[in-house]
């Protein structure tokens, strides 16, 4: 008699399932295919001025939100901590600046960046990206006259968000969000 067949589903602990979650490609198609969805964007309200979300149920237990994006409107560099994310343009074109390198997450207030690590793309209607821990980066709204709406997905849910400001290629840590501060 042959000894059963490995599984690392059956020898995962249950806590390691429990905090596994969605992988990074599961949270873009689900960011893909609800920013396809007519009636989910349909039901954000959009202010011609200021930013506007509503959370929403994404999959495995992540964190996802519906955006709203006025002209000439963004984020700000910033990142999600451990969580690892994903997000697709609805409607409009995003621009994401975003950096190809892996910050330390403590201890420090300022790096001067090397040459070479910024990297730049745009998402029009139907495109999106999925990014891993850490991910540090900028969304804008470059239109002057176009909105735009994007959905966002995040495992594990948002623990916090780290600001940062820029100036060339020094990045400064400003402040650090947790969930109260936006939900």
């Known amino acids: 008699m042959s000894a059963p067949a490995f599984s690392p589903a059956l020898s995962a602990s249950p806590a390691a399932a429990v905090t596994a979650g969605p992988p990074a490609a599961e949270l873009l198609t689900f960011a893909l295919r609800t920013a396809a969805d007519p009636d989910v964007v349909a039901a954000l309200p959009l202010d011609p001025e200021g930013r506007t979300w509503i959370r929403l149920d994404g999959p495995g237990g992540s964190e996802a ?6 002209p000439g409107t963004g984020t700000g560099w910033h990142d999600h901590a451990e969580s690892r994310g994903a997000f697709a343009t609805a ?32 998402l029009g209607a139907g495109a999106g990206r999925a990014f891993g821990e850490h991910h540090v980066h900028e969304v804008l709204n470059e239109s002057a006259t176009e909105h ?27 402040d650090v969000e947790r969930p109260a501060d936006w939900q």
């Open 148 to 174: 735009a709406i994007s959905v966002h997905a995040y495992y594990p849910p948002l623990p916090l968000i780290r600001r940062y400001s820029r100036s060339g290629p020094v990045l400064h840590l400003e």
């Open 91 to 122: 409607r409009g074109r995003l621009t994401e600046h975003s950096l190809s390198v892996r910050l330390p997450s403590e201890g420090w207030q300022s790096l001067h960046l090397a040459s070479g690590v910024d990297r730049s793309r745009q």
């Open 65 to 70: 939100w519906l955006i709203g994006w006025p």
